[in-house]
C-alpha cells in the first residue's frame, strides 16, 4: 500500500484485557513512532524506532506499555491489563530522514475504547 | 504548563474569510515547526512546515514563525469548506530523530 495502515480501526475491550495494536508503515521508512491522542487533546508521542537503534521509549505512560517493531517494519504496540483512562486513538507515523523536512506520514489510527 | 498551547476553537467562519490559526510554546529548544490538518476519524497531514524565524507561503497558505515571541501562526486565505477541519501545531528542536510536540489541536468550520 502506499500509505501507513494500522489494524484493528477499532477496538473495545474491557478493562483488564490486552490488546495488540498494529502498524505497517510506508516501506523503506526507517523511523517509526506512535502517538496517543486523547478526546480534546494534541498528540502525544509514547515511543520512537530508528532503524536498529534502541528505541526512545520516554513517552511510555507506564509499564503496562510496551512495543516492538520486527524486521525495521511492523510495529506492534502492547496495552497490557487495560484501564479506562487508555482509551484514546493510537496513531503511527513513519518517515525517512533525510527526505525534505523529516515529513511524518500517518495512519488513520485505531480508536481503543476500555469498558 | 503545557510546552504548546493552541487554543481548541472551535472556529467558525463564512467561506472566502481569512482564517488565523496560532500557538504559543514554552521551549526555546524548539527549531522546527509544522502545521497539520487532520480531518475527522483520519490520521493529521503535513501541511507545512518552517524552520526558525520567518515566513512560508504554499497556496492559500501561510506559516509565520516568531521565535522571539514563541509564537507561530497559520493564515488561510479565502478559506473553503473543504478546510473544515482540525488543526495542529508541532514542533521539534531537531529535525531528524526526534518526537514531536503537539498542541491541543483548533477546529476550522467554514460555512457555505
Known amino acids: 500500500g502506499a500509505g501507513v495502515s494500522q489494524s484493528p480501526s477499532n477496538k473495545v475491550t474491557e478493562k483488564g484485557k490486552d490488546v495488540e495494536l498494529r502498524c505497517d508503515p510506508i516501506s523503506g521508512h526507517t523511523a517509526l513512532y506512535w502517538y496517543r491522542q486523547s478526546l480534546g487533546q494534541g498528540l502525544e508521542f509514547l515511543i520512537y524506532?530508528?532503524?536498529?537503534?534502541?528505541?526512545?521509549k520516554s513517552g511510555l505512560p507506564s509499564d503496562r506499555f510496551s512495543a516492538e517493531r520486527t524486521g525495521g517494519s511492523v510495529s506492534t504496540l502492547t496495552i497490557q491489563r487495560t484501564q479506562q483512562e487508555d482509551s484514546a486513538v493510537y496513531l503511527c507515523?513513519?518517515?525517512?530522514?533525510?527526505?525534505?523536512?523529516?515529513?511524518?506520514?500517518f495512519g488513520p489510527g485505531t480508536r481503543l475504547t476500555v469498558t | 504548563q503545557k510546552e504548546v498551547e493552541q487554543d481548541p476553537g472551535p472556529l467558525s467562519v463564512p467561506e472566502g474569510a481569512i482564517v488565523s490559526l496560532n500557538c504559543t510554546y514554552s521551549?526555546?529548544?524548539?527549531?522546527?515547526f509544522m502545521w497539520y490538518r487532520q480531518y475527522s476519524r483520519k490520521g493529521p497531514e503535513l501541511l507545512m512546515y518552517?524552520?526558525?524565524?520567518g515566513n512560508k507561503e504554499d497556496g492559500r497558505f501561510t506559516a509565520q514563525v516568531d521565535k522571539s515571541s514563541k509564537y507561530i501562526s497559520l493564515f488561510i486565505r479565502d478559506s473553503q469548506p473543504s478546510d473544515s477541519a482540525t488543526y495542529l501545531c508541532?514542533?521539534?528542536?531537531?529535525?531528524?530523530?526526534?518526537?514531536?510536540?503537539f498542541g491541543a489541536g483548533t477546529i476550522l468550520r467554514v460555512k457555505s
Open positions: 508541532a514542533m521539534t528542536p531537531r529535525l531528524y530523530g526526534n518526537k514531536l510536540v
Open positions: 524506532f530508528q532503524g536498529n537503534s534502541a528505541p526512545d
Open positions: 518552517t524552520y526558525s524565524s
Open positions: 507515523a513513519s518517515s525517512y530522514p533525510g527526505q525534505g523536512g523529516n515529513e511524518q506520514y
Open positions: 521551549n526555546s529548544a524548539f527549531q522546527y
